[in-house]
């Protein structure tokens, strides 16, 4: 099991459909641990909470600072059962838009990868090799909420989540700084509106030889000013975000 901590991934984590057929699994939250003044606060998720059947257990303050993992606690800590699934799960859904994480080991980095394959429509993400645990706590807060709305996929090496999306028909672009084909260039844009696995380095080093050998090309982020590079989340949603707009055509959904 792992904590979500705070009204909005509470919120998120109530919403998420349970998954019959997995003992122990009816629930998307077993406990919810909730402050007075959060529940004051909060009094109809609360209940939503009760009427689920979890146990719900009133707590001091105090006691939520111990168990909380965040400075300014908000009150509100849920008890989630995991939620991955396994490669062949997602692969049986079609998708058409898939992110592979290859040893990226940032959670804060990873959450907010999530967080964004989520706003572009991805189909999952797929935690691979030494990549972070998903249920690191600072991973669950950076995703958002996102961690409970799509797919992911844990324990699988690198070359095998590749192969993987490969026999379902993606094609795999690696994000590599190094790349001569630009993410910009006119003949990638029919290519970015087909099943796509964009596959993404580590933090630090990026890709190294061997994994980006594994893609089907290999693509820049083109930077027009003086930085270096880029940060993994934000060249992340630059290309998922390519993806989208190639695959829905330019239509997007605004609040």
């Given at each position: ?110 959450g907010t990868v999530l967080r ?67 993410l910009d260039d006119p003949g ?68």
């Amino acid at each position: 099991m792992f904590l979500a901590e705070g009204p909005q991934a509470v919120r998120e984590a109530l919403g998420r459909p349970g998954q019959p057929g997995r003992p122990g699994q009816a629930r998307a939250i077993r406990e919810l641990f909730v402050t007075t003044a959060a529940r004051s606060r909060h009094r109809d998720l609360v209940a939503a909470v009760a009427a689920t059947g979890a146990p719900v257990s009133e707590i001091s303050g105090e006691l939520m600072a111990e168990l909380a993992q965040t400075v300014t606690p908000q009150g509100l800590l849920a008890v989630c059962p995991f939620i991955d699934v396994p490669v062949g799960a997602l692969i049986s859904a079609a998708p058409r838009l898939v992110v592979v994480l290859a040893n990226v080991r940032d959670p804060g980095n990873a959450g907010t990868v999530l967080r964004t394959a989520d706003a572009a429509g991805a189909a999952g993400v797929i935690f691979a090799g030494a990549s972070v645990d998903p249920y690191n706590s600072k991973c669950v807060r950076s995703s958002a909420g996102s961690l409970f709305h799509l797919p992911i996929v844990l324990g699988v090496q690198v070359a095998d989540a590749v192969a993987a999306m490969r026999e379902a028909g993606l094609a795999v672009l690696a994000a590599d700084g190094s790349a001569t084909l630009g993410l910009d260039d006119p003949g990638l844009a029919v290519r970015l509106g087909r099943p796509t696995a964009w596959l993404f380095g580590n933090e630090a080093w990026g890709l190294p030889a061997d994994l980006a050998a594994l893609a089907d090309e290999r693509v820049a982020v083109p930077i027009y000013g003086r930085a270096e590079s880029l940060n993994l989340a934000a060249a992340a949603a630059v290309c998922l975000y390519a993806s989208a707009r190639a695959q829905h055509g330019g239509a997007a959904q605004h609040p």
